[in-house]
């Protein structure tokens, strides 16, 4: 993922990436954490049903996958003034970032708590 299209999301927004083969694709804002200071994202395929849901999880069309891909990326501070861009894990912090997501994701960490 190398390109973010919109910006100054919150939570169910969806987001428009772009791949660095030109082709977009978008991924679903589920949820925002903090680890050590650094805030992160949760997104997650779009939800593309016709049952009205909201979220992927919810989603109970015959259609919509048993799985949804879960990505989880660095929010970092954007040039403009509000915005923010997202950015991939670095190999060094992706173990662990993404056993701190999973713990969130299954309720494990309040939605304020710190790890």
Do not use: R, W
């Amino acid at each position: 993922m190398s390109d973010l299209k919109d910006q100054n999301m919150e939570a169910n927004d969806v987001v428009v990436f772009e791949d660095e083969n030109g082709n977009e694709f978008q991924l679903e804002v589920v949820d925002y954490f903090t680890h050590n200071g650094q805030e992160y994202v949760i997104l997650a395929d779009a939800c593309e049903c016709t049952c009205g849901a909201e979220t992927p999880e919810e989603c109970t069309c015959e259609d919509s996958e048993d799985e949804v891909d879960v990505y989880v990326m660095k929010v970092v501070p954007g040039e403009a003034d509000g915005t923010e861009d997202y950015q991939p894990l670095n190999k060094e912090e992706e173990d662990e970032i993404l056993v701190i997501a999973e713990k969130y994701l299954n309720s494990d960490l309040d939605d304020n708590e710190e790890e």
